[in-house]
């Protein structure tokens, strides 16, 4: 159990800070992770190279989501459908090569609780507007333009952190 923790605890907490940005509130859902992981260990089975890192971090979404809905009181998350886009047309593709990681993921943080779930499940969680509509209770709709507003507001972030630089 150690070696687990020495070895995935700094990975799993970075996973949580991608949900829930306050690190106090990132570390109790890791607490809660570690538990569930320590305590469901005799279940994983292990299914070649990468299964145990995909369990223990469906397991880290999963709780790191639970908290989600316990603190917005059973409901998943606010989404913003009637607000107008934030950019009237399509972003440029923003040169993400010269932001450092820990700038980008502070942008990423920034975004709306919304917004920054589902850019988190769709982009580094892989899952599709079909299962994150499933994890979250909405439309699939609502799902696919919560990311797109996401990916908008993050590209207008991006933009204008490149002003900076030149």
């Known amino acids: 159990m150690k070696e687990l923790y020495d070895e995935w605890s700094g990975y799993l907490f970075a996973l949580c800070l991608r949900y829930v940005p306050d690190r106090e509130t990132a570390g ?9 992981i320590f305590s469901n ?3 994983f089975s292990y299914k070649g190279p990468g299964s145990l890192k995909a369990w ?17 009181g059973g409901e998943m998350i606010e989404y913003k459908d009637s607000l107008p886009d934030i950019v009237s047309e ?6 993400i090569g010269k932001i450092p990681a820990n700038v980008l ?3 990423i943080e920034e975004l709306p609780e919304g917004y920054r779930t589902i850019f988190n499940l769709f982009v580094f969680e892989e899952m599709s507007h079909k299962e994150i ?4 209770g909405i439309s699939e709709s609502t799902s696919a333009s919560q990311f797109h507003r996401a990916r908008k507001l993050l590209a207008r972030k991006i933009k ?6 030149d």
């Open 105 to 107: 993921q502070k942008m």
């Open 28 to 36: 109790d859902i890791l607490q809660d992770s570690l538990v569930k």
């Open 90 to 95: 399509e972003p440029e593709e923003a040169d």
């Open 56 to 72: 223990i971090s469906r397991i880290a979404v999963n709780e790191a989501l639970q908290y989600l809905r316990k603190k917005k």
């Open 41 to 43: 260990a005799g279940s």
């Open 160 to 165: 204008e952190y490149g002003k900076g630089l």
């Open 133 to 136: 509509a499933a994890a979250l």
